[in-house]
C-alpha cells in the first residue's frame, strides 16, 4: 500500500529564504508524486508532478522537486520565498497505473512566509 | 484553459437529508474522483469512476454515497441521508487518458447540522 508523510505541519521561513518542505512516500510500485498547493478558501492546484522522467522537476512559481528513490523522498524546494508563497502544501503519492490511481495524500504542510 | 468547476460552492442541509454535489469535469477527460477534505485535516480519496462506472471506493464510501454520470458533461456525488459527520469540502477531480495529474475542481464545502 502506498503513504505519505510530510514532515512538520508548519513551516514558518522569512521572505527571500529557502523553502524546504519534506515529503517522504511509501509505495510497492514505480510512484507517481506530486506536489499540489491550496491557498485559503480554494481548491487544490498543482505544482510540479514526477512520473519517472527526470528526477529533478520543475514546476510552476519557481518551485522544484527531486525524486530521491533511495531516500524514498520527493522534497519540495524554492530558491527564495515570496509573501504569496504562503499556503498548504500537499505531497500526493498515484497508487495505480498511472490514468485510473487513486491519490494518496499526505497531512499538508502549512507554509507562513514573514516579511 | 479548462478547468473543473463544481456546484454549489457551500451547501448548508439538515442531518438525514439527501445532497447532490455537482461537477462539471474538464470536457475530453476520462477519469472523474471525488475526494473530501475535513476541515483541519487531509485530502481523502471517496471513490473513482471510469467508463461509467466505480473503478475504485474506499472505506468511507459506503451505501450512503453514489456517483452518477447523468449526461455527457456532469459528475455528481449523492449522499442519501446526511450525517454530521459528513461536513467537510468536497473535491471533483478529472484526468486524461496518458495524463498522470488529476485537476481538481474549487470544491463545495458541505455543513450538515
Known amino acids: 500500500a502506498q503513504s505519505v508523510t510530510q514532515l512538520g505541519s508548519h513551516v514558518s521561513v522569512s521572505e527571500g529564504a529557502l523553502v524546504l518542505l519534506r515529503c517522504n512516500y511509501s509505495?510497492?510500485?514505480?510512484?507517481?508524486l506530486f506536489w499540489y498547493v491550496q491557498y485559503p478558501n480554494q481548491g487544490l492546484q498543482l505544482l510540479l508532478k514526477y512520473t519517472s522522467a527526470a528526477t529533478l522537476v520543475k514546476g510552476i512559481n519557481g518551485f522544484e522537486a527531486e525524486f530521491k528513490k533511495s531516500e524514498t523522498s520527493f522534497h519540495l524546494t524554492k530558491p527564495s520565498a515570496h509573501m504569496s508563497d504562503a499556503a498548504e502544501y500537499f505531497c500526493?503519492?498515484?497508487?495505480?497505473?498511472?490514468?485510473?490511481?487513486?491519490?494518496?495524500f499526505g497531512q499538508g504542510t502549512t507554509l507562513q512566509v514573514k516579511p | 484553459e479548462p478547468e473543473v468547476t463544481q456546484t454549489p460552492s457551500h451547501q448548508v442541509t439538515q442531518m438525514g437529508q439527501e445532497v447532490i454535489l455537482r461537477c462539471v469535469p474538464i470536457?475530453?477527460?476520462?477519469?472523474f474522483y471525488w475526494y473530501r477534505q475535513i476541515l483541519g485535516q487531509k485530502v481523502e480519496f471517496l471513490v473513482s469512476?471510469?467508463?461509467?462506472?466505480?473503478?475504485?471506493k474506499s472505506e468511507i464510501f459506503d451505501d450512503q454515497f453514489s456517483v452518477e454520470r447523468p449526461d455527457g458533461s456532469n459528475f455528481t456525488l449523492k449522499i442519501r441521508s446526511t450525517k454530521l459527520e459528513d461536513s467537510a469540502m468536497y473535491f471533483c477531480a478529472s484526468n486524461g487518458w496518458g495524463g498522470h495529474e488529476q485537476f481538481f475542481g474549487p470544491g463545495t464545502r458541505l455543513t450538515v447540522l
Open positions: 470536457s475530453n477527460h476520462l477519469y
Open positions: 469512476f471510469y467508463n461509467n462506472e466505480i473503478s475504485e
Open positions: 509505495s510497492s510500485v514505480p510512484p507517481y
Open positions: 500526493a503519492v498515484s497508487a495505480g497505473s498511472g490514468n485510473t490511481g487513486k491519490l494518496i
